[in-house]
């Protein structure tokens, strides 16, 4: 299934009963800025740990000219949701993507209706490669819990990053 890159509009029904909207739009620098105001502090620990730098935006650079799969999730009245892409880490059929997101604080009370709406955009992320995998700081257990319920299997303890911090790795297979 291939979804267009433009804005896609997806309606859902939520267990409160009311009907709600989510954009699913290309990323713009704009938009990440925006999404630092309402950022869950877990997100922007794991960003820091991993990089080194708290300044996702620029760190996002590469996604806002299209050339690597991103997208962002807007709430009705929320603004941005979540925001998630795929890096490839080499290319050809035994490819892997490297998986990265990170939500605001508002994103919890749309995660059912979140992980319904994404999970096309999970399909179209793994398109291209034969294995996608994510590095999730071990502190950060929400992370964890959503990337196993992506359809990602843990797969080992790691250090990572700049300080060589304790992650976790998660693995998903075509």
């Not at 999404?35 to 991993?50: C, F, H, P, Q, S």
């Not at 992370?143 to 790795?169: C, I, N, V, Y």
Request: charged residues 20%; contains cysteine.
């Amino acid at each position: 299934m291939h979804l267009d890159f433009h804005e896609v509009h997806l309606r859902y029904y939520n267990g409160g009963g009311s009907v709600r909207d989510i954009r699913v739009v290309p990323p713009s620098r704009d938009l990440m800025v925006q999404a630092m105001e309402t950022i869950r502090k877990e997100d922007l620990a794991e960003w820091y740990a991993g990089t080194g730098s708290c300044d996702i935006p620029t760190l996002l650079e590469h996604v806002y000219t299209g050339g690597t799969y991103a997208k962002v999730a807007i709430g009705r009245g929320h603004g941005p949701l979540m925001a998630f892409g795929v890096d490839p880490i080499g290319t050809g059929p035994g490819s892997v993507g490297s998986l990265w997101m990170f939500a605001s604080e508002n994103a919890e009370s749309h995660k059912h209706s979140l992980h319904r709406a994404l999970l096309p955009y999970l399909e179209e992320m793994q398109n291209g490669h034969f294995m996608l995998s994510a590095l999730s700081d071990a502190r950060n257990v929400k992370h964890h819990r959503w990337l196993e319920w992506l359809g990602f299997r843990f797969s080992e303890d790691t250090f990572a990053g700049p300080m060589g911090l304790p992650f976790k790795l998660y693995l998903r297979e075509r």
